[in-house]
């Protein structure tokens, strides 16, 4: 399925099939805003290829044959050292387990949990479909606990009776919310009276105006799984993560880590291990901070001009941006009329699942502010012209609030931009909130002030 209308009938299903996001990665588009990349032109080609060189010349014969089902063990080193050193966890690198990703990580622990009797592992919500998917293909119930602004609510939790949780607490997604130091504690006490964690630290190192908080797994050694990949610090293509487990599922891990493959391929192992102990990823890092911060700046003001009734969410880390709208339409609605318009983006009710207002989840890591700019002004295109978005032509960002008003920039390409969807398509789709009025197109006070912080 790549044409656009086929995709766009998939975008509009209540809920997506397992091969959406395939789907939607193959639907052409001219400004892809999807979540869950880092900025792929600045992969560090020439160092892995100088890394790549210099261990193809010191390999042995023997190397080359099958090797430890859990890793080779100069990544596990080099894994222990970059926990240490970046996400606070000390950790023994004979208890690492290297794996194609988290998603792998997560397809062996759903194994392993199954195993262990663990039938249902609660998730955040909104929280990553893609997730929810990889746990419900191992069996596994995923009931919803919600999100506020402190992170996942462990009352919440607790009053779910499930027995395990997965969570992203450094940054979580899709809102972009820290876990509060109030919560983690709550979240401590839960596992220490026998709940288990799963951690996905995902996108945790790209944290734009303080370190990042130390992972769960630092404090909860016997109490969290904890998974982490190089997905969003190298790219995804190269299916190249790490799982630690408390110590009575070790042997659990291995054997399913043997059994789906036999272990990762070599060659990648040993240049990430060269890569890691020699400072080059702290460095592609900092680097891709920069660029990010600078990219993220352009969205926000994107956003600004374009979207005046969005409220952004999770500016302060990550690759992406999550806005919501205070009015009443189907985001899948938008995000099809969207990539009929040659832009590409989430709908935030993909990624939710109870009723949440409309909202897209946007990924600005992988774009150029040029191309940013014009996603969103797509979009804004697209919202002006349909009568529930709450946005009205003329009236752009926080204007209002200062009791002034200032003309909307004009939108070349406005005249014939149509919503997709009908509009009984639209209300049929349609998601009641608490706001369900459409409210007047000024940010709230929670983007303003986060706005203000980060510039
Ligand atoms: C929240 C979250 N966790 C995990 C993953 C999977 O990451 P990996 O490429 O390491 O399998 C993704 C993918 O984007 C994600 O969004």
Known sequence: MTNVSSMKTALKASAPDADIFESLRAAPARIDLSPGVPDLAAFPRTAWLRAERAILADLSASDLGYGDPRGAPALRRAVAN??????GIRVEASEVVIVAGTAQALGLLTRVLGDDGIGA?????????GVRQHLRNGQLDTPPIPVDSH????????ASGAPAVLLTPAHQFPTGVVLGGRRRRELMQWAGAGGLIIEDDYDAEHRYDRPPVPALRSMLAQHVCYAGSVSKLLAPALRVGWVLVPPRYSDALVAAKRFADLGNAILPQLVLAQLMESGQLERQLRLLRRRHRHRRDAMIEAIRTHLPGAVVHGAAAGLHLMITFQA???????????????????????????PNQPGLVLGYAANTPTDISQGVATLGNLLRRHP????????????RRRGRRRQATSCPGDSGVQWDAG??????????????TASMPVLRDGCRSEITAIR
């Open 388 to 399: 529930d978005s709450g946005i009205q032509p003329g009236i752009v960002d926080g204007s």
């Open 423 to 436: 509009l009984a398509a639209t209300r049929a789709l349609r998601r009641r909130t608490a706001s369900s």
């Open 82 to 87: 970059w926990l240490a050193r970046n996400r």
């Open 121 to 129: 592992v609660a998730v955040e919500d909104p929280g990553s479909l």
């Open 151 to 158: 992170g996942l609510r462990v009352d919440a939790l607790r």
């Open 328 to 354: 009443e339409f189907a985001d899948v609605d938008l995000a099809a009329a969207a990539l009929a318009h040659g832009v590409k983006v989430q709908p935030l009710s993909w990624h939710s699942q109870h």
